[in-house]
């Protein structure tokens, strides 16, 4: 059994992916919520990390996506 091979998805099955993994962390907060409000902090701490690592690099992929289209460069403009 091949537990760490290549997988393909389609679009629609990433969705369900997504909505399922929603679903899971909307019961598991429903359910020890008493114990995560406690935390509340590092929720947002991780938020605000995370954020930061993820904004910069997606404008940068953007801004690197139109100077393609464009033909410029980013880098001297």
Do not use: H
């Amino acid at each position: 059994m091949k537990i760490f091979r290549t997988w393909t998805f389609k679009w629609w099955e990433v969705g369900l992916i997504k909505l399922c993994l929603i679903s899971l962390g909307i019961l598991l907060g429903l359910y020890f919520y008493d114990y995560l409000v406690k935390v509340i902090w590092l929720w947002w701490i991780l938020f605000v990390v995370i954020a930061l690592y993820f904004v910069p690099k997606t404008l940068s992929k953007t801004a690197n996506n139109e100077s393609v289209a464009t033909g410029q460069d980013i880098n001297n403009s």
